[in-house]
């Protein structure tokens, strides 16, 4: 797989593939692609360059299947000022299909207690967190956390990352941007630093792509 | 999906109501703008009542525009945008009920206070009830034109000022018909072939303008 940004190739023969309860953390300096290659897999952006495959079945047969099975959660956290925490919940919950947020999502990172405050009296870090009990509040199989920890303490962090090992216990699949700050049991580690290309490189690659597969 | 459609329904509107004066922007330039014709023509009946429906018609056209601007530009900032990409609401029934809530919040006032405001500037009664009924069909497509008109611009700084040069000449049309089917009312003349037209022009904005808005915020988030 391979990302061109605004005409600057970001990375490309990058290649990999996860079983369920399988987690693979991103890891790179600034601007290696961390973002741009969550954002693919999240159908948000095109790549370049090669595929992206569900169970073996290229996704870009059924956008919206794809959709449906993933979440993604990136620097935005989405949080409107003007809805309380439960509120926001409960509307992402809707709108991704499900009847209404499933229980428990507030107390599992800690914000229950902020319940019935409006989005614009949250901190960064609660507004994050409020941003990940997406997670819990509409199920879905494969997360995509875009630096999740980033504006979190040290309480928040811990009790993501025993949400990621309790999401990889139940068969999902986690893959997590990160300058380091979660350690993950297991998880595989993609060095996006090494793919990093230049752009008289691309020119003699140009069929060159890896394919990426993405197994359940 | 019906539901989940009236759930992002009423959030907008749960947001436009919390978000306070704001909301009533455009009732309130309304009503300025269409008081400020009498003061400065002068309080001739005849020549006001001449000038109504064109006067009403025109600042509804620029106060439909005031709040457009913000349609998604919000939702863009704050990450709301990519998120409802990821949901199950196809993007084109985002737009959609997008612009559902901003008539709600701003066509359906503006119909509900032109009557007072034609009043003042001495239109018959027949006119009165075709003004509404043309209100009615024409500031849907206000608001759907300018859905695309704020898909386009909502990835750029002072996009406010672009969304008018985009959207104005496109509600040309809407204009001329509706003007058209309140001079007929006023006159006798007639108002079917004008306000058959709005309603096809609202038709066609129903199915093209969430089409043209969608792709528009498709290249955006990418």
Redesign the interface.
Known sequence: MACIRGERPVFSGVSFSLEPGGALTLVGPNGSGKSSLLRILAVLLKPAGGTLTWEGAPVDQDWTAHRQRLHYVGHLDAVKPTLTATENLRDWARFRGAARAAPGALEALGIEELADVPGRFLSAGQRRRLALARLLAAPAPLWLLDEPTVTLDADASARVTAMIAAHRTDGGIAIVATHGEIALDGAGRLELGEHAVSADMLMTEADGESEEEEQW | MV??FL??VG?EL??AV??GIGTLMAVVFFVIAVTLFPLGVGPELGLLSRIAPGAVWVAALLAALLSLDRLFVADH????L?????????IEFVVLAKAVAHWLTTGLPLAAAAPVLALLLNMSVDGLVILIVSLLLGTPILSLIGAVGAALTVGLRRGGALIALLVLPLYVPVLIFGVGAVEGAVLDVGVHANLSILAGGLVGALVLGPLAAAAALRMT??
């Open positions: 539901g989940v759930r992002l959030r749960t947001l919390r978000g900032e704050d990450g709301s990519e998120q409802l990409m990821l949901g199950v609401l196809p988030v990418e």
